[in-house]
C-alpha cells in the first residue's frame, strides 16, 4: 500500500471519500462468518461511489479487518443502486506531480490484488452502477453476482482517453477471452461509450449469477454459501491464447485505427496491455498498467478527455447564461408544424419524454398520415424491444393525433416548426400560427442556419420565438441549440431550456447568427478543404487530411451524410453573413445540380474511390496542396472562426464550442473537442496570438 491516511488526504484534500465499512455476516450453510464490506460515500445515488487516495486507504483498512476475522469468505458490495464507478476523476485534474500520478496508479493494484491474491474465497456483489475502477474491483474477485437493475456497466476509460489501468486490461481477457474483452474495452468504448446490459455482462461470464433486485443480497450471500460448500463451482471458459488472441489483437488494432487515426495514446496503450495480457503474468501486467498510467496521467492529451467529461457532466447540465428556471412555464401539449422524417423524430421524442398531447400538421392528408404513423411504427419497435409496456405503447400512440388545421394548436403550449429552410416560409409558418395559438405559447424552430429575429420579425409577439435546433439523428445526439433572438424573452427561453432538460438533451444557449455553432464551425472547415480540392488537390489527399484528429468521419463523408444540398444551402447562408470567410464552391453547385449524393463509391469488396462522374464534372486547378498544408488551412480556418465567434459573444466561452461540438458533431473526448488541440498543437496561438484555454484547464497544471 503506497498511501498512508495522511499522504492520501494531502494529495486530494477535496476528495468525496468513499468508506468501507466491514461487517460480519452469518449465513445459514456457513460454520464461520462472511466478512461484507460495504462502500458508501455518504451521498444518494446522484453522487455514485468513486475512488480516491483516501477512499483506496479506507477500503484497505477495510480489507485488513475482513483478513483479522478469518471469515468464510468477503464479499464486496455497494451502496443501494450503485456499486462504484471507478476513479475519482475530479481529483486526477489537479495533479501535476508525476510521483503522485504513479502513486495514485500503483495503490489501486496494491489494494484490488489482495483480493485476488488471499485464499479467502472473495465475491464482488455488483448491487448497481459499475463503471471503470468499480468494475475492476470487482473482477478482483473470485467470484461476481449482478443486481438484475443494474443500469450502467463499462469500461468507459478509452472513450475518456484512459484505459482500463487497476486491473481491467489483464483480468478481464483472461476471463472472458480476448475477442470479447476488445469489444468491452475498446470497441465500446469508441462507440460513444456503448454500456453493456445485464443479460450481456452473464452471457460474456464477466459475472456468474442474476439476481432479482428485491432480495439481491440475502440471494447473493446464499449462492457464496454454496459455492464455499462446494455445491456450486461457477464455469471458467477455456481462453484461446493462440490465433483467436492474435486475431482478437489484430481487430483491436484495426477499430483503433478506424475510429482514432493514432489520435489517443489511451486508446493505443489498451491494445498493447491487452496483447501483454496473453501471458496472463499479473505482475508484469500489472506494472505496465502501472508504468502507462503514470505516464498518461501526465499528459495533456489525458487532460483534454477530463475537460471533456466536466463539460458533459457538469457544464451540460449548468448551461452558461440560462435565465432562472423558475420562469419557465409548463408545457402539457406540443404541436409540430410538419410531418416529414425530422417533424416526426421530433414528434416521437416530445410524446416519449414528456407524455402531454403532440399533434402534427401539413399541407395534405396523406403527409399527416405518414408521420403519425411513423411514430406509431417507432412506439411499436419500443414494445417489441420491451422498451415500453403494453399498456404504455398504447397511451403513447393514443397522445400522438394528426390535423390539416392549425387551429389544433390552439391550447398548445409549445409548437415547434420542422418545414423547408427557407426564411418566407418559416414567417409564413409563424404568422399562421399566431393565428391559432395563445399569446405565451412558446414558437419553436428547428432551422440549422437562419436568423431567430428575421423569423419573428413580422409577429405580434415575437417575444415568445426561440430557436430549438436538433441535430440528427434526432434520438442519438444530445445536443440542443438553444437561440435567443433579439426579442426573446427571459420566461420564453427559460421555458425552452426546461424543454430541453426534460426531453434529455443538453442545451447550450447561442446568440441568434448565422449556423450558430456546430453547422457554422463544420462548415468552415469543410469550406477550406472544398477550395483545395478546386485547386487541384486530389480528393482522398484533402478527404484524409484530418485524420490526425481522429474525427468521426471525414469532411467529404459528413458532406455525404448531411446531404449536399444541404451543406450548400448552409455553405450559402454562411456566406452571405460573412462573405470575407465562407466562399460557396461552383463546383458543389454543379455537384448538387447534378444530384449527386457523395463524392465516394465502394466496390464489391468496400474499396472506396471516387465517383468518376464527380471526377468529371469538378473543375479543378492546377495547385495542389499537400495533406499537410490542408490540414493547417482548415485547422487555422476553424481557430480564427472560433475567435471571431467568442468575439461576437455567440457563446459564453470557448468551452461552450466545445461541448457543442462534442455533444453535436461526436468529436473525440479525448481531443477535448477541439480548442484544447488547437491549443495544444500550437494553432491557437499561431493564428490567434494566445490560447483559448487558460493553462491547466485542459491541460497538466504547473508544478
Known sequence: MTFTAEEAKAAFPDEVVTHAVTRLVKVPGLEKPVALITLDNGHDHTRPNTFGPQGLVSLNAAIDKAFEAEPAAIAVTGKPFIFAVGADLSGVESVSDPKLAREIAQTGHDVFRRLTETKIPTFGFINGAVMGGGLELALSCHYRTLSENTAAIAFPEVFLGLFPGWGGTQLLPNLIGADAAVTVIIENALAQNK?????????????????????????SLLWLARVVNGEIKPERREIDRRSGWDAAIARAKSIVDGRTHGASPGATKAVELLELAKENDLDRGYAAETDGLAELLMSDVLRAGLYSFNLVNKRAKRPAGAPDKNLARKVNKVGIVGAGLMASQLALLFVRRLKVPVVLTDVDQERVDKGVGYVHAEIDKLLGRKRVSPDGANRLKALVSGSLDKAAFADADFVIEAVFEELGVKQQ??????????????????????????????????????????????????????????QTDDASLATAFSVGKQLKKSSVLVKDASAFVVNRLLLRFLGEVLVTVDEGTPFDVADSALEPLGLPMTPLTLMQLVGPAIALHVGETLHEAFPDRFTVSDNLAKFVKAGKKGVWVWDSQGNQSADPEVVELWTQGDSPSTSEQVRDRALSAIAEEIRIMLDEGVVAEAQDIDLCLILGAGWPFWNGGITPYLDRSGVSERVNGKPFLAPGVASVPAN
Open 195 to 219: 454500456m453493456l446490459n445485464v443479460k450481456q455482462t452473464a452471457e460474456l461470464g464477466i459475472v456468474d449469477a442474476v439476481f432479482g433486485s428485491a432480495d439481491y443480497l440475502e440471494q
Open 429 to 486: 409558418v409563424f404568422a399562421e400560427l399566431e393565428q391559432h395559438v395563445k399569446p405565451e405559447a412558446i414558437l419553436a424552430t428547428n432551422t440549422s442556419s437562419l436568423s431567430i429575429t428575421a423569423m419573428a420579425s413580422k409577429l405580434q409577439h415575437p417575444e415568445r420565438v426561440v430557436g430549438f435546433h436538433f441535430f440528427n439523428p434526432v434520438a442519438v445526439l444530445p445536443l440542443l441549440e438553444i437561440v435567443r433572438g433579439e
